[in-house]
């Protein structure tokens, strides 16, 4: 209610519960505002237009549209049909009428794919609308300022359907598709074996045509992803029905790498989506980044000088780290071998509780941080509790542990 003029306290007081109550009504006097259609039309409206989709039908999913926007509309829709959709829903969250015979509509659009998705995959959505002969038709449709576009507003989409992923790529060759489904479906069971928690079992991967797409899917520019092979999405700590899990690969840093390190990145990923669940405000990143190295690195018979290059050549230098990573040290687009350094740090912290107390101490940790209601607090209660031991401690022995393993 702030910025708007007139009323004295009393109707300032009932203006403020009616926009509680989610009521309306509460203006300044004056003549009405030009009409609009009310929130239940539009929902209505969208309701159709996604229950087409879903059907296939693709004259309904016309029907709620401007023809100017059918050619373009046709070809989404082409495009859908390699995606095993689930479910699809629009929620209308405001609807401002913009003049006699329009309105601007703000939605989330939710999808979920069928057989992966326990809780849909979530964006934002502005819309307008026109007034026609007594119906409302949608005459755009647009990601909201800041909000990711999706796979298949980038091209035609190309799937590949694994054992325990699904693939969905845009300007990437049927051989690339299956190569990183054969990945993804050995990272499944890699992170099982790390993981004992309650998790899908499977992943989907989407892979753009180029990083600057990358950086349309995640909503922002693409020099912040240069180098860096793959990103997860999701909410931390959601529950079952938070917005779904995508892994989404950069073609040009994912096609430079080895056998060895596109496997590495594909485990990493899943290790993300398996302890979405447990990864809360309260995990630092050095826990939820080390711990998906270490399930990455597990098993592989990589030397610690092999699995943390930059950090080893740090020691050698005599620049061993003064403390555990800050989460500031994991931002994208800044120097990337202090990026390097910072997983790396967070990877041997992840290994030396593994070393010294055991790999179910340390997945017992992990839960245990994310448990925590608030960050303050919670890695030194994990500490105590599940290690025995204190900040300062963990700390020099992280210390020791990273001159002894790289030195």
Same mark, same amino acid.
């Given at each position: 209610?702030?910025?708007?003029?007139?009323?004295?306290?009393?109707?300032?007081?009932?203006?403020?519960?009616?926009?509680?109550?989610?009521?309306?009504?509460?203006?300044?006097?004056?003549?009405?505002?030009?009409?609009?259609?009310?929130?239940?039309?539009?929902?209505?409206?969208?309701?159709?237009?996604?229950?087409?989709?879903?059907?296939?039908?693709?004259?309904?999913?016309?029907?709620?549209?401007?023809?100017?926007?059918?050619?373009?509309?046709?070809?989404?829709?082409?495009?859908?049909?390699?995606?095993?959709? !689930?479910?699809?829903?629009?929620?209308?969250?405001?609807?401002?009428?913009?003049?006699?015979?329009?309105?601007?509509?703000?939605?989330?659009?939710?999808?979920?794919?069928?057989?992966?998705?326990?809780?849909?995959?979530?964006?934002?959505?502005?819309?307008?609308?026109?007034?026609?002969?007594?119906?409302?038709?949608?005459?755009?449709?647009?990601?909201?300022?800041?909000?990711?576009?999706?796979?298949?507003?980038?091209?035609?989409?190309?799937?590949?359907?694994?054992?325990?992923?699904?693939?969905? !790529?845009?300007?990437?060759?049927?051989?690339?598709?299956?190569?990183?489904?054969?990945?993804?479906?050995?990272?499944?069971?890699?992170?099982?074996?790390?993981?004992?928690?309650?998790?899908?079992?499977?992943?989907?991967?989407?892979?753009?045509?180029?990083?600057?797409?990358?950086?349309?899917?995640?909503? !922002?520019?693409?020099?912040?992803?240069?180098?860096?092979?793959?990103?997860?999405?999701?909410?931390?700590?959601?529950?079952?029905?938070?917005?779904?899990?995508?892994?989404?690969?950069?073609?040009?840093?994912?096609?430079?790498?080895?056998?060895?390190?596109?496997?590495?990145?594909?485990?990493?990923?899943?290790?993300?989506?398996?302890?979405?669940?447990?990864?809360?405000?309260?995990?630092?990143?050095?826990?939820?980044?080390?711990?998906?190295?270490?399930?990455?690195?597990?098993?592989?018979?990589?030397?610690?000088?092999?699995?943390?290059?930059?950090?080893?050549?740090?020691?050698?230098?005599?620049?061993?780290?003064?403390?555990?990573?800050?989460?500031?040290?994991?931002?994208?687009?800044?120097?990337?071998?202090?990026?390097?350094?910072?997983?790396?740090?967070?990877?041997?912290?992840?290994?030396?509780?593994?070393?010294?107390?055991?790999?179910?101490?340390?997945?017992?940790?992990?839960?245990?941080?994310?448990?925590?209601?608030?960050?303050?607090?919670?890695?030194?209660?994990?500490?105590?509790?599940?290690?025995?031991?204190?900040?300062?401690?963990?700390?020099?022995?992280?210390?020791?542990?990273?001159?002894?393993?790289?030195?």
């Amino acid at each position: 209610m702030a910025g708007r003029s007139g009323g004295v306290a009393r109707g300032a007081a009932v203006c403020l519960l009616a926009a509680l109550s989610a009521l309306t009504g509460c203006t300044s006097a004056g003549p009405p505002g030009p009409a609009g259609p009310s929130s239940k039309e539009v929902q209505n409206l969208l309701d159709g237009h996604a229950k087409a989709l879903l059907d296939r039908d693709e004259a309904g999913y016309l029907a709620a549209l401007d023809p100017a926007l059918a050619p373009a509309a046709r070809t989404e829709f082409d495009r859908l049909a390699k995606v095993p959709l !689930g479910g699809v829903d629009y929620r209308v969250t405001d609807v401002d009428p913009a003049g006699e015979g329009r309105a601007t509509v703000e939605a989330e659009l939710g999808y979920r794919i069928k057989g992966y998705d326990s809780g849909p995959s979530t964006t934002a959505r502005v819309l307008d609308l026109a007034e026609r002969d007594g119906r409302w038709y949608v005459t755009g449709d647009r990601a909201a300022e800041g909000a990711p576009q999706q796979l298949w507003q980038q091209g035609a989409v190309e799937s590949v359907t694994g054992r325990r992923s699904l693939v969905l !790529g845009v300007g990437q060759s049927e051989e690339r598709l299956r190569e990183i489904a054969a990945a993804a479906d050995r990272a499944v069971p890699a992170v099982g074996r790390a993981w004992n928690g309650s998790w899908a079992g499977r992943i989907v991967v989407l892979v753009p045509a180029s990083v600057e797409a990358m950086g349309r899917l995640l909503g !922002g520019p693409a020099a912040s992803y240069r180098g860096i092979a793959a990103v997860t999405t999701g909410q931390a700590g959601g529950g079952p029905q938070a917005p779904a899990d995508r892994v989404i690969v950069n073609p040009d840093a994912y096609a430079v790498l080895g056998a060895f390190g596109r496997q590495m990145v594909l485990t990493h990923e899943t290790t993300h989506v398996a302890t979405r669940i447990r990864t809360t405000a309260a995990t630092p990143v050095w826990l939820s980044e080390g711990f998906a190295d270490w399930v990455a690195y597990r098993g592989s018979g990589r030397t610690a000088a092999q699995a943390a290059p930059e950090l080893a050549r740090a020691v050698r230098a005599g620049d061993l780290p003064a403390g555990l990573p800050e989460d500031a040290d994991f931002g994208f687009g800044g120097d990337a071998d202090a990026l390097a350094r910072a997983y790396e740090g967070g990877w041997l912290a992840c290994e030396m509780i593994a070393d010294r107390w055991g790999a179910p101490a340390l997945t017992g940790f992990y839960r245990a941080v994310g448990a925590h209601p608030a960050r303050e607090g919670a890695p030194e209660k994990a500490l105590h509790d599940v290690l025995g031991t204190t900040p300062e401690q963990f700390t020099a022995d992280w210390r020791a542990y990273v001159g002894q393993r790289l030195g």
